[in-house]
């Protein structure tokens, strides 16, 4: 681990040890105080003798103490707060950050599945990112939306007051990952002026020129093969699904490849004759089915790329298929967060409609 991640204190970055930041329920006032003081976190873990967490103490907690005529000498057992906001990931949920944003809590204790601190991150930190690289499919012609893909490339229909593409990125980036390698072909120079180098959006942007149509997964045998887990998601999508919430369940079953999946359901406009040979055994009339599609968003483990040829038409379905073959156990994560396909002229009008409501 190192301070690449921006935000997060390892066990030895800014010349400290998170050991250093340790105390007992039984130490003292004036240890507590030498421990903050010393440090720029303004903070300090109590532990019990096992190192597991059991609460954090602030200089807010000690200027109190202090006013209510406790002495230097006295212990901090009844100072420290006993339930403090922590993760269990680095990738910290955004539904964390906010509960500690509301409660101007700037660092959140990363625990491991034993509760002991492994770091410290700092949710303010302008740095913070994660490493994870996000792949977006923005080569496609869009010959469904046409008249309006005649002269611009699909992710850069406006939805709201924004291209497609935008909001895909910002979302990302609400989440903690900066770094995105776009795959364009059709009219690429549009997005590649637009969004240039990705720095005036807090980005990172690189590109892929597919010469010729390589498919969802053909084109990213054209990447420069990235260290960590990755995500790949169709530029043509919206959701406020949340990336890091994905992305923990991913590795938390060490799967090769994890597909976002959402559950569709079709009614049937006629009444089914349920049949032995020839013989009715009923009639259902009008049943709903349900099927679980893939929602064009997914994660992948670097080693994916072993699986797909060099230069040649493969789309991310038939990637999966062959996965599944051979056994290497791909998965399905289940979004129930608002996401819109936007194909066709009905499901572009429905995106603009329903963008203030959803991801304004």
């Known amino acids: 681990m190192t301070l690449n991640w921006g935000g997060v204190l390892p066990q030895k970055g800014h010349n400290m040890?998170?050991?250093?930041?340790?105390?007992?329920?039984?130490?003292?006032?004036?240890?507590?105080?030498k421990i903050i003081d010393s440090g720029a976190l303004q903070m300090a873990l109590v532990v019990n003798s096992d190192g597991k967490l059991l609460g954090t103490i602030s200089d807010g907690?000690?200027?109190?103490?202090?006013?209510?005529?406790?002495?230097l000498t006295q212990s901090i057992e009844s100072l420290y707060y006993r339930t403090p906001i922590v993760s269990h990931s680095l990738h910290v949920s955004p539904a964390i950050?906010?509960?500690?944003?509301?409660?101007?809590?700037?660092?959140i204790p990363i625990i491991d599945e034993n509760d002991i601190v492994t770091a410290i991150v700092n949710i303010y930190e302008p740095n913070f990112k994660k490493p994870n690289q996000v792949i977006l499919m923005a080569g496609g012609l869009g010959t469904r939306l046409r008249p309006l893909t005649n002269q611009?490339?699909?992710?850069?229909l406006h939805v709201g007051p924004k291209p497609i593409l935008q909001t895909i990125i910002e979302s990302f980036l609400a989440n903690g990952y900066s770094d995105f390698?776009?795959?364009?072909?059709y009219k690429a120079e549009i997005i590649t002026n637009y969004f240039g180098d990705g720095k005036k959006f807090g980005a990172n942007i690189s590109y892929v020129f597919e010469d010729k149509r390589l498919g969802t997964a053909g084109a990213l045998s054209l990447i420069n093969p990235p260290k960590?887990?990755?995500f790949v998601m169709n530029g043509d999508l919206l959701t406020n699904t949340d990336f890091t919430k994905l992305h923990d369940y991913h590795t938390a079953h060490?799967?090769?490849a994890t597909m976002c999946v959402r559950e569709y359901?079709?009614?049937?406009?006629?009444?089914?004759?349920?049949?032995?040979?020839?013989t009715i055994k009923s009639i259902t009339e009008k049943p709903r089915q349900k099927f679980h599609v893939s929602a064009g968003i997914y994660m992948l483990n670097p080693q994916i790329l072993n699986f797909i040829p060099k230069n040649e038409y493969l789309d991310i379905p038939d990637l999966f298929n062959s996965l599944a073959t051979k056994n290497q156990n791909p998965k399905a994560y289940l979004i129930n967060e608002e996401w819109l396909d936007i194909g066709r002229i009905e499901e572009y009008n429905l995106a603009n409609e329903l963008y203030s409501e959803i991801f304004s």
């Not at 040890?17 to 105080?33: V, Y």
């Not at 103490?65 to 002495?71: A, F, H, K, N, V």
Request: aromatic share 4%.
């Open 61 to 71: 907690d000690i200027r109190r103490g202090l006013l209510s005529s406790m002495e």
């Open 254 to 256: 060490k799967s090769v």
């Open 228 to 230: 960590d887990d990755f």
């Open 97 to 107: 950050i906010a509960k500690a944003k509301a409660k101007n809590i700037r660092y």
């Open 265 to 278: 359901e079709m009614q049937v406009p006629y009444g089914v004759v349920n049949l032995d040979d020839n």
């Open 17 to 33: 040890n998170i050991n250093s930041l340790k105390l007992s329920p039984t130490s003292s006032i004036k240890e507590a105080l």
């Open 152 to 156: 611009i490339p699909k992710p850069m």
């Open 181 to 185: 390698t776009i795959c364009v072909n």
